[in-house]
């Protein structure tokens, strides 16, 4: 137990507000709401780890920005961060242990982003849905995998509709979703064997798949069950899912999160290891042969994510944009041959400054598939601010 208050480790980017830079906290694991505060007070709270008491934080302040902060105006700081399960404690860690078995005890997993990404209504979604699908193209047949954004709804729902008309004329009825756990930390995998709610109705769980792969697999793919609770990588998909599939009784999904990096067959971890991720890949592989359904592969996916959100410094030039999108451009072009040796050669090249945090979906997925060809649909870079942030996704096809 620390004696001084600790914030907790958080997402932090700078936004602008009404004509004021503000700083944009966000928990990445949906534990508490997220923030807009000052420069000055997020960096008081930077201050707070654990080591420092009211005296030590307005000394480091003082020393670093040649500014005087109030000890009442600290206090206050702490005890709003203790209110909003910001601060490590005790408080915090009771609040956390609820949310889970509140989670855990729900026999389904619900939207957390209905109402803020999408409707929330069922009118309202199906409209929205309804719309970008009659403006994609119509897909051909032989699909085997669809990679699709997940980036924001808003952003990108047109391109997620663009590889989901071609997983509608698939004749698949198991659909393998590989998204991303962006919370995702005690394990590189956590499946979720619970149906997903959505306006436009649910998304069916095999968790008779689920359990076969767990057997298989020959370890636990359960773990952080909480990593799906908030994540929208599943989610998104999971929309398109009702709405295409919701009607046919003997379509169901298999969601499951994954994190590692490009360089874990570097690792001796007990849990981040190339040795379980290729066994599981495996396990994965055979478990879909022995169901004797036709499945469907969807990677849900985002490419390169580079800028001030993500800790890089000043704004970001045509060069830069160019150079991004020369690499991601390979990178799908590695896919799409099969390469799966070139590409995870190329991750490891450019992923220290690009942070694809698809990879792990798009390795497991080049692994899965065998004698298949991609194609790329579409390929779009968003900036956020003044050439502050981007983050580029893509709509892919694999035949085989």
Not at 121 to 145: H, Q, Y
């Amino acid at each position: 137990m620390n004696k001084y208050p600790v914030f907790r480790k958080v997402e932090a980017a700078p936004i602008e507000h009404e004509g004021q830079q503000l700083i944009h906290i966000h928990d990445p694991f949906g534990f508490s709401n997220p923030l807009a505060v000052s420069p000055g007070a997020f960096f008081l709270m930077t201050l707070m780890d654990g080591n420092n008491g009211l005296t030590e934080i307005r000394e480091a302040f003082h020393k670093a920005t040649g500014q005087l902060a109030a000890k009442d105006e600290i206090q206050e700081i702490i005890t709003a961060l203790d209110e909003a399960f910001y601060l490590d404690n005790g408080r915090f860690r009771a609040h956390r242990a609820a949310v889970i078995r509140k989670f855990a005890e729900s026999p389904t997993r619900k939207p957390a982003l209905a109402g803020k990404s999408y409707p929330a209504d069922r009118e309202g979604l199906l409209k929205l849905i309804d719309g970008l699908l009659a403006k994609a193209s119509p897909g051909a047949g032989g699909v085997k995998a669809i990679i699709v954004p997940h980036i924001d709804f808003r952003v990108g729902g047109d391109m997620m509709a663009a590889g989901w008309s071609h997983a509608r004329n698939s004749g698949a009825d198991l659909f393998i979703i590989l998204g991303i756990g962006h919370s995702l930390t005690e394990d590189f995998v956590s499946c979720l064997a619970k149906d997903f709610e959505t306006p436009a109705g649910p998304m069916r769980v095999d968790k008779g798949f689920l359990e076969n792969l767990r057997r298989n697999f020959g370890e636990d793919i359960y773990s952080q069950p909480e990593a799906h609770m908030n994540e929208h990588s599943i989610e998104f998909q999971s929309l398109f899912f009702a709405r295409l599939f919701g009607d046919n009784p003997e379509a169901a999904a298999a969601p499951i999160l994954l994190s590692f990096p490009e360089n874990v067959w570097d690792y001796g971890h007990e849990k981040f290891n190339g040795d379980r991720v290729d066994r599981f890949i495996n396990a994965l592989k055979k478990t879909v042969e022995e169901s004797g359904r036709q499945a469907l592969y969807v990677a849900s996916v985002d490419f390169s994510h580079v800028g001030r959100r993500f800790g890089d410094m000043g704004k970001l030039d045509d060069a830069q944009l160019a150079r991004i999108g020369v690499d991601d451009r390979e990178i799908m072009a590695l896919f799409n041959d099969g390469d799966r040796a070139g590409f995870l050669e190329k991750l490891r090249g450019v992923n220290g400054n690009n942070r694809v945090c698809g990879f792990p979906a798009l390795y497991t997925l080049l692994a899965a598939l065998e004698n298949t060809r991609g194609e790329t649909l579409e390929y779009r870079q968003n900036m956020e601010g003044d050439r502050e942030t981007l983050v580029s996704f893509a709509s892919m096809v694999a035949r085989g």
